[in-house]
């Protein structure tokens, strides 16, 4: 377990930069990529993708998952605040947004319509199905003889 803290010396710029880093690197296109280039077609990342990006992983949310794990600072002389990370909390944070990725876009599925959701008590976890468009046209539109 490693106990290295990492000073993180704009909040903001860090957040988007790891929404950025986790939303880019969420599908297959970036496998085999050397990391100047991963770097490189991160800042190229367009509007389009942006909005995406902020639908799937709002800065608010990710700014509100960061906070909890930095432990607050004050320079001695300026008494200016900053704020320490461990290297360790960074990664997790890193794979909570992994998840929380993951989460919205089975969320916005449901939202339309696409996947059908139920809480199994057994399991003791919500789950998730392709809802079945076949069954239900055969339900509005009623068969005759």
């Known amino acids: 377990m490693s106990k290295h803290w990492l000073e993180v010396v704009d909040v903001e710029k860090l957040v988007n930069f790891s929404r950025k880093m986790v939303f880019h690197n969420f599908d297959d296109s970036t496998k085999g990529m050397e990391d100047a280039e991963f770097f490189d077609s991160l800042d190229k990342i367009g509007s389009e993708i942006n909005e995406e990006m902020n639908k799937l992983l709002p800065y608010i949310e990710c700014k509100n998952m960061f906070m909890p794990l930095c432990k607050v600072q004050y320079r001695k002389k ?21 998840y929380r990725m993951s ?14 959701s139920a809480f199994d008590d057994e399991r003791n976890d919500f789950v998730f199905w392709v809802k079945n468009h ?9 068969e005759t003889d």
Do not use: T
């Open 78 to 98: 300026s008494k200016a605040r900053y704020f320490l990370i461990k290297e360790d909390d960074y990664d997790d944070f890193l794979v909570q947004l992994s």
């Open 103 to 116: 989460s919205n876009i089975v969320k916005g599925l449901v939202e339309k319509g696409v996947l059908e």
């Open 134 to 142: 076949e069954d239900e046209q055969s339900k509005e539109k009623p």
